[in-house]
């Protein structure tokens, strides 16, 4: 039997990205998304990966989500907590609907979508939970203060939990992309994508998510197993962290 795995924000960009190298992968594949009704039948009939809405910033339809992707594909083997939105201002203008969006979708989502599967996990002695975080956790960005902290805290997480797992022989890994070619990046204003961002890259270029995907791909995969609580930045040298 494939082993399962659960991609939030797995219909579009990177988390497009990663369900596609875990289905190629051999993995049984069901991908999360929040409200894009249009672009998750898309990648369906496209892909024909099953697709589940569920918002991944509320607990309890979380779990009515986790619920019905285990009936339907059996239970959670491998966790990608992929879902994230960006909500940016300076901090003297950002508002506190813009920090509690930022911090429901980037951290909380990860209590919400962990905690369903950690016991499945913990109870067949395997499990792979993966985080995309970003650069922006590891280094703060200005104008970001509600995203870099919630990506910040992604990664206590990571470290915290993969310690309570590693008995059970289930790793917790992140990974922290740089700026990554999709909708997010490139709604960014192209003249300063030119001028400001990429001149800060030392590869000279945006990444692409494939480039993220196959990375879950290896640490969703047994060869990985002795990977735990580790961050994985993959930038093109933007930070050498
Ligand atoms: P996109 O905006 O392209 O896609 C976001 C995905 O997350 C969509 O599938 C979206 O669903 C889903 N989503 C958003 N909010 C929710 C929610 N509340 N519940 C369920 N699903 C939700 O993002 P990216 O691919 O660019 O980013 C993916 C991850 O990588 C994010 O965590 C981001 O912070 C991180 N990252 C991205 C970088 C980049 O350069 N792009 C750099 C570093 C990190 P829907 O389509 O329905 O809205």
Not at 148 to 163: E, M, T, Y
Not at 205 to 223: C, H, N, Q, T
Request: hydrophobic share 45%; proline share 3%; net charge neutral.
């Amino acid at each position: 039997m494939a082993r399962v795995a659960l991609v939030t924000g797995g219909t579009r960009g990177i988390g497009a990205a990663i369900s596609k190298a875990l289905k190629a992968a051999g993995f049984s594949v069901a991908a999360n998304y929040g409200g894009n009704d249009e672009v998750a039948n898309a990648f369906k009939a496209e892909t024909g990966i099953p697709v589940f809405k569920f918002d991944v910033g509320d607990f309890d339809a979380t779990a009515a989500g986790i619920a019905k992707v285990e009936a339907e594909l059996g239970p959670v083997d491998v966790l990608v907590n992929n879902a994230g939105i960006t909500r940016d201002g300076f901090f003297h203008k950002m508002t506190k609907d813009q920090w509690s969006a930022v911090i429901r979708t980037n951290l909380d989502s990860l209590f919400n979508v962990t905690r369903p599967v950690w016991e499945g996990m913990r109870n067949r002695s395997f499990g792979r939970v993966i985080v995309i975080s970003s650069i922006n956790g590891q280094k703060g960005q200005m104008g970001q203060v509600n995203y870099s902290a919630a990506k910040a805290g992604d990664l206590g997480f990571v470290k915290a939990l993969a310690q309570e797992g590693a008995a059970k022989n289930i790793t917790v890994n992140a990974i922290c992309p740089g700026y990554i070619g999709t909708e997010m990046v490139r709604a960014i204003d192209e003249n300063v994508l030119k001028t400001r961002i990429i001149p800060q890259i030392p590869v000279g270029r945006l990444g692409e998510p494939e480039e993220i995907a196959r990375i879950v791909a290896f640490l969703a995969s047994d060869d990985a197993g002795f990977i735990t609580g580790s961050t994985i930045s993959a930038n093109g040298g933007q930070a050498m962290i």
